[in-house]
């Protein structure tokens, strides 16, 4: 019986993960699938950037599982917590990071650079992928710098094109891990749709870093200014630099959404725009301002959730944000990913160990019906979370810090809050971690 081929679209959290644990199932090595990860940036590039995320609950329990946490965890920035500061940079609230693990705080236990974090994901597929390779197993093949413009399908196979190299191939399934903004999902699903998908949550960000400097510590600073604008200033792995995610929750000003092609403008006019909006804002924005066009590293989003009925059509699946985009505002993005890639990889064994012809669509239906109420639980945002991040008056802003103050001090009653309503990233504690035989992989030493 000749070996699955599995075609993965983008080599971000997702799509390396899926493919750690497609090489660790407990199936003979020469039937594993042959894997090929598809990444758009050139290697080593553009896949490899990104500011703070964290990992929480599920996500833990995952990194374990491919032996990365300890490689990770000395990758951390080590945020203390986070701060809410007014223009004078004096403190108002302040939110220390959760050590013990009885809830989920603001900032996590783990919280560590994208890039940082996609390059040991991907690094660490490598590792497992050359282990599985000396039990028989196809080692993943990797092509950066080329996409698909062209998905079909038969029922039997997907026949696909690589835009740049005009080469056409056939796999037994595609999976879309081409996050938010993917291409698989326009491709399969109908672009004229996309925009209902899509759900914009008004708030537009840029995220980026800038020189450090000494009135940096390990703490993240969150300023708000009026106009519905916010920035929180962060540290980084290295103690080099700080990072940025600075944001603007707009409903009117079409520009926002217009200079997220490239066709109009791309960085140059997002920075401009971001730079118009805060050029007035005082606290430490000149610097930022500064910071942010001497970057080479700033990424812009219109901050969205990607709501979908299913993630499945005949042989192509989405998997991560290209599916279920919960929003940098959920904290749950990265651990949804690892815990779906996981999932999705259990739940292909059964399939890939059948014959050559063997449908696979029982397998997706249950990846379907078992992430739903997983999605729908991380999705979830507290009523009313952008406004609250953004007021619009100087009144509001008053408001919002003193309420940070009084939650500041009695904590207590977020937390539970959050637990009662599952919300945000108290979700990562439920995620249930099935038990799907695979190999632990063993600890990556530092
Ligand atoms: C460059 C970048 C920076 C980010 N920065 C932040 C951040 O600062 N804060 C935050 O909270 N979240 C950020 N995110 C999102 C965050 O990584 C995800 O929410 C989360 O980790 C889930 O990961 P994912 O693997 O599903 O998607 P992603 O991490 O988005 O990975 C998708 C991968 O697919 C690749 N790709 C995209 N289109 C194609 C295509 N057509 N063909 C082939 N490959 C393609 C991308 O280059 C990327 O490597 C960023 C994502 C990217 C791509």
């Known amino acids: 019986m000749a070996p699955k081929s599995i075609l993965i679209v983008g080599c971000g959290i997702a799509g390396s993960t899926l493919a750690s644990f497609l090489q660790l199932s407990n199936i003979p090595g020469s039937e594993k699938p042959k894997i090929i990860i598809l990444e758009r940036a050139s290697k080593g590039k553009a896949h490899l950037r990104g ?26 920035t080590g945020e203390q917590g986070a701060l809410m500061v007014d223009e004078r940079n004096h403190v108002w609230a302040q939110n220390e990071v959760e050590k013990e693990g009885r809830f989920q705080s603001p900032t996590s236990d783990i919280e560590i650079l994208r890039g ?69 999902r326009k491709m399969v699903w109908g672009e004229e749709g996309d925009k209902h998908r899509l759900k914009s949550l008004h708030m537009y960000a840029g995220f980026f870093s800038i020189p450090r400097e000494e009135v940096d510590d390990k ?34 000003d079409s520009r926002f959404t217009q200079v997220a092609t490239k066709e109009n403008g791309g960085i140059e006019a997002q920075k401009a725009l971001l730079e118009e909006y805060y050029k007035d804002a005082g606290w430490k924005c000149d610097r930022i301002i500064r910071g942010m066009q001497a970057t080479d590293d700033f990424y812009y989003d219109a901050v969205s959730q990607v709501k979908m009925d299913s993630w499945t059509k005949g042989r192509v699946v ?19 990913a690892f815990a779906a890639s996981y999932k999705l990889a259990g739940l292909l064994q059964g399939w890939i ?11 997706l239906e249950k990846y379907n019906e078992q992430m739903r109420p997983i999605v729908k639980d991380a999705q979830k945002l507290a009523p009313g979370q952008v406004n609250m991040m953004a007021p619009e008056t100087l009144w509001g802003i008053w408001f919002l810090r003193l309420f940070a103050w009084s939650l500041s001090h009695a904590s207590i009653i977020f937390i539970l809050f959050g637990k009662l309503f599952n919300l945000g990233p108290q979700a990562a504690d439920y995620i249930p971690v ?13």
């Open 51 to 76: 500011q703070n995320i964290d990992i929480r609950g599920v996500g833990v329990t995952i990194i374990r599982k491919l032996g990365l946490e300890d490689r990770i965890r000395a990758s951390t």
């Open 353 to 363: 160990k059948s014959d050559e012809h063997a449908d696979v669509t029982a397998a």
């Open 318 to 336: 989405l998997l991560g944000d290209a599916g279920y985009c919960a929003s940098p505002l959920s904290g749950m993005g990265t651990s949804l």
């Open 219 to 252: 703490w993240r600073r969150w300023f708000h200014a009026p106009g519905r604008r916010g920035i929180m200033l962060r540290p980084d792995d290295q103690g080099l630099r700080s990072t940025v995610f600075m944001y603007v929750v707009n409903d009117k």
């Open 434 to 446: 099935d038990d799907f035989g695979f190999k632990d992989m063993s600890p990556w030493k530092i």
């Open 116 to 184: 940082r974090l996609a390059e040991l994901c991907w690094k660490n597929s490598q590792r497992i992928s050359a282990e599985a390779e000396e039990n028989g197993a196809t080692p993943i093949d990797y092509i950066f710098g080329d996409y698909l413009d062209m998905i079909d399908q038969d029922g039997q196979k997907v026949r696909v094109r690589f835009a740049k190299s005009g080469e056409e191939r056939e796999f037994d399934l595609v999976v879309g891990a081409d996050g938010m903004q993917s291409l698989t």
